[in-house]
C-alpha cells in the first residue's frame, strides 16, 4: 500500500462532516467506519479526481465493481482521518485473498468452538461398523466353506455292470466336513448292478438339492470259445449258438455268423461267429470246421418181387433196409402210382432211397397181384396159432436170442418134413405146418416167420439162387442189431439146424460135396462177420453164458 502525504494526494480525502469536530483529532479505525457511511449517504457526492475542489465537506468515495472477468478486487477504503491526520490509502493487490473471514464463517467457527463433543455417539457408531464388518467377514467365510463343500460333489459316476456296489462316497472328491448334513433320496443297495441303466437322484448337501446321475453301462464285450464242427458239404450251416460255448456275459447274447467261406467242395475251413451283447458289444469268435463232400449213394437191401392178394395189406416196406455211408437216416421213397390195388395183375414198383446229399439210388420191382385162393387163410388166423406155440415154448425175460433159438429148435423138431404141401399162400402153407406137423422147406421157413412175427422179431426169408434142381427158403433174423440165417428144415443126414449163422459160415457148410445156400446177397442186408457158434448150445436149444 501506497503511503500518500498531504497536498500531493491524488485522490479526495474524506474530512469529518461535524463541524463541531475537532480539527486533527483520530478516531479508531473500528469506530469511525459506520459515522462515515451514514454521512457519506447525506451528502452530496463529487466525482473524485484530481481537479476536484476542495470543499469542507468530504464525501466517501464511490466503491465502484470491475468485471469479474479481469479478477479485479473492490478497493476498501478505510475511514478518512481528520484534516490535520496523514491522509493514507490501503489498496489490496488485485489477486490477493481478504485477510479477513467473513463474517458467516467467524460465526460458525464460534458456533463449532463453543458446542461440546458427544463420545457416547461416536463409540455406537463405532461398534456399529465394527459389528457391520464382522457380519460381512463372517458372510464370506460361510460362503466360501459353502462353495468348498459343495465343490467335492460328483454329480455324474458311471461304474462298469456288474463290476462293484455304488454308494453315496462315489459321487464326492473326500468327505464333506460335516456328514450329517449331507443326504441322498436313492437306496443305493436296491439298485440292479447287472442291468445296464441310469439313475437319476438328488443329492442334498446343507439344504441344497444338487442333481446327480448314476450311470451303469456295460462295455465288456461277450466271451465265448468256438467249437469244432464235423458236417458234409450237403448241409446247412449249423445255428451260430451251436457252434459257440462257454459264451458269457452280464446282459443276453445273439450269436450269428459273420462270416462263412464256400465249404461245397468239402475240406477244412474257419467260420467266424459274431456274438453280440445286449448293450451292442461285440466279439468274433472262430469255429473250425471239417466238411466232407458226400458223393456215395444210399445201399437199398430187402427189394424183392412182391406176391399179395387182393384185400390184403401190401408190405411194401416189409424186410427193406437202406444204408450209407454217412447219413444215418436215408429217405426211402416207394413210387407205387402204377399200382391198381383192386384188379389181379402185375405192377411195378419203384424204391428210391437217398441220402442227405442228393445222392440217390433206384430199384424197381415186380407186384403181382392175384384173388385169393381157395382156403385162404387170413394172417389174423396164423398169428394166433402161431402165439399160442410161442406161449408154450418160452418163459417171460427171455432175450431175443433165447426166443428165437426156441423157435427155430421148436421147428426144427416138431415139423416133419415131407417132399410136396400146399404152397398156395403163405399164411395157409404155415398154418397147416402148425396144424399138421408137417411140411417142406417153405412150410418150415414160413412157420418160423409166422412165430418170429409175434414174437417181434425182425426177419425176413430168403430163396436159393441160383438153384439147378430145386428151390431151398430159410430164414434171415435181425439180433442183437446184427442180421444172422437160421434154417430149421430138416435135412438128410444132418441131424441138426442153423442158428445165427454169418454169410460166410453158412457159405461155408458143405455136406455131400455140394452147399446149397447160393443166394442173392445184394438184395438183402450185410451179416454180421463175427462168429458166435461158440456161445450156442443146439443140444440143451440154449445161449451159454460167456
Known amino acids: 500500500m501506497n503511503k500518500i502525504s498531504d497536498g500531493s494526494n491524488i485522490n479526495p480525502t474524506r474530512r469529518s462532516a461535524n463541524p463541531s469536530a475537532a480539527p486533527g ?18 451528502t452530496s457526492s463529487v466525482p473524485a ?12 468515495p464511490r466503491q465502484v465493481k470491475r468485471p469479474a472477468a479481469q479478477g479485479s478486487a473492490r478497493n476498501q477504503v478505510q475511514r478518512t482521518a481528520p484534516d490535520n491526520a496523514p491522509k493514507t490509502v490501503q489498496r489490496r493487490p488485485v489477486n490477493a485473498a481478504p485477510k479477513r473471514p467473513p463474517q458467516s464463517v467467524k460465526k460458525a467457527q464460534k458456533q463449532n468452538e463453543s458446542r461440546p463433543v458427544n463420545t457416547g455417539l461416536i463409540m455406537k457408531v463405532l461398534m456399529i461398523a465394527v459389528a457391520a464388518i464382522a457380519l460381512v467377514l463372517v458372510g464370506v467365510r460361510i460362503y466360501l466353506f459353502y462353495k468348498d463343500e459343495t465343490g467335492l460333489l460328483i454329480q455324474e459316476v458311471t461304474i462298469e455292470a456288474g463290476t462293484v456296489r455304488p454308494n453315496a462316497e462315489m459321487f464326492f472328491t473326500e468327505e464333506p466336513s460335516i456328514p450329517g448334513w449331507v443326504s441322498c433320496n436313492l437306496n443305493f ?50 445255428d451260430a449258438s451251436s457252434c459257440v460255448t462257454g459264451i458269457t456275459d452280464i446282459t443276453d447274447v445273439v450269436a450269428t455268423w459273420k462270416e ?62 437202406v444204408t450209407d455211408d454217412y447219413d444215418e437216416n436215408p429217405a426211402l421213397d416207394i413210387d407205387v402210382s402204377d399200382v391198381k390195388p383192386d384188379e389181379p395183375g402185375t405192377y411195378e414198383v419203384t424204391y428210391t432211397a437217398s441220402d442227405f446229399s442228393g445222392n440217390e439210388t433206384s430199384v424197381t420191382v415186380s407186384l403181382k397181384l392175384s384173388n385169393k385162393p381157395e382156403g385162404y387163410i387170413e394172417p389174423e388166423e396164423l398169428y394166433k396159432v402161431a402165439q399160442e406155440i410161442l406161449d408154450e415154448i418160452t418163459e417171460p425175460g427171455m432175450t431175443d436170442e433165447e426166443v428165437a433159438l426156441q423157435i427155430v429148435w421148436w421147428c426144427r423138431y416138431n415139423i416133419r418134413f415131407i417132399l410136396r404141401t400146399n404152397t398156395r399162400s403163405w399164411t395157409e402153407a404155415a398154418y397147416n405146418a402148425f396144424q399138421t406137423r408137417t411140411g417142406n422147406c417153405y412150410s418150415t421157413a414160413y412157420a418160423v416167420k409166422a412165430l418170429l412175427d409175434v414174437a417181434g422179431i425182425d426177419n425176413m426169408i430168403i430163396e436159393r439162387y441160383p438153384y439147378q434142381t430145386a428151390t431151398h427158403f430159410w430164414n434171415y433174423v435181425y439180433l442183437n442189431g446184427q442180421w444172422y440165417h437160421c434154417d430149421a428144415t430138416w435135412r438128410e443126414g444132418y441131424d441138426s439146424y442153423f442158428f445165427m449163422y454169418t454169410t460166410e459160415e453158412l457159405l ?21 462177420t463175427e462168429s458166435v457158434q461158440s456161445r450156442i448150445d443146439y443140444k440143451n436149444h440154449k445161449i451159454k453164458n460167456t
Do not use: H
Not at 467506519?33 to 457519506?40: H, I, K, N, T
Not at 441310469?198 to 448337501?205: A, D, G, H
Open 25 to 42: 483529532s483520530v478516531k479508531p479505525a473500528g469506530q469511525q467506519r459506520r459515522p462515515v457511511q451514514q454521512q457519506a449517504r447525506k
Open 49 to 60: 479526481g484530481r481537479n476536484a475542489p476542495k470543499t469542507g465537506t468530504v464525501t466517501a
Open 508 to 528: 461155408d457148410f458143405w455136406q455131400g460135396g455140394w452147399n446149397g445156400f447160393q443166394f442173392k446177397q445184394d438184395k438183402f442186408p450185410k451179416s454180421a
Open 260 to 321: 462263412v467261406p464256400d465249404m461245397s467242395a468239402g475240406g477244412t475251413f474257419t467260420a467266424i461267429a459274431l456274438l453280440t451283447d445286449g448293450c451292442g458289444n461285440e466279439t468274433a469268435v472262430p469255429v473250425p470246421f471239417e466238411v466232407t463232400k458226400d458223393s456215395t449213394a444210399p445201399v437199398l437191401e430187402g427189394v424183392r418181387d412182391i406176391e399179395a392178394y387182393i384185400g390184403d395189406p401190401i408190405m411194401y416196406r416189409d424186410k427193406i433196409t
Open 189 to 238: 443297495d436296491e439298485v440292479n448292478i447287472d442291468l445296464p441303466q441310469t439313475i437319476n437322484f438328488n443329492m442334498k448337501i446343507y439344504g441344497r438339492n444338487f442333481p446327480c446321475k448314476l450311470i451303469i453301462s456295460d462295455t465288456v464285450a461277450p466271451q465265448g470259445q468256438g467249437v469244432a464242427q464235423k458236417i458234409f458239404a450237403c448241409e446247412p450251416m449249423p
